[in-house]
């Protein structure tokens, strides 16, 4: 069964950092990739980038070079490591999995409670 739970989320200053963990399920984890994702109040959710099976990682541009993703197999989790927040990185992320095509369009199925981010000062 494909499960995934969020957690790790809270306030943050404008330049600092937090790191999200997102439980996994084997079922998830063998999909071909697993996706970070947000959605800020009023706007849409958003891709923020994704791991494959291989470990190799995809971010929005926004993103680039201050969040980095990360997969520990023992443990089933897959970490988003946030450095450099902005305000306009507050909002609630989500964990999911399924194939690349279906990550990056964000059509997958059930989604998690999510942990909220804001980043404030």
């Known amino acids: 069964q494909v499960q995934l739970v969020e957690s790790g989320g809270g306030l943050a200053p404008p330049g600092g950092s937090l790191r999200l963990t997102c439980v996994a399920t084997?079922?998830?984890?063998?999909?071909?990739?697993v996706g970070w994702y947000r959605q800020a109040p009023g706007k849409e959710r958003e891709l923020v980038g994704y791991?494959?099976?291989?470990?190799?990682?995809i971010y929005t541009d926004s993103v680039q070079g201050r969040f980095t993703i990360s997969k520990e197999r023992k443990n089933n989790t897959i970490k988003l490591q946030m450095y450099k927040l902005k305000k306009e990185d507050t909002a609630l992320y989500y964990c999911?999995?399924?194939?690349?095509?279906?990550?990056?369009?964000?059509?997958?199925?059930?989604w998690g409670q999510g942990t909220q981010v804001t980043v404030s000062s």
């Open positions: 999911n999995s399924g194939s690349i095509d279906d990550v990056v369009r964000g059509t997958l199925g059930s």
């Open positions: 084997k079922a998830a984890l063998n999909n071909e990739a």
């Open positions: 791991i494959t099976k291989g470990r190799h990682t």
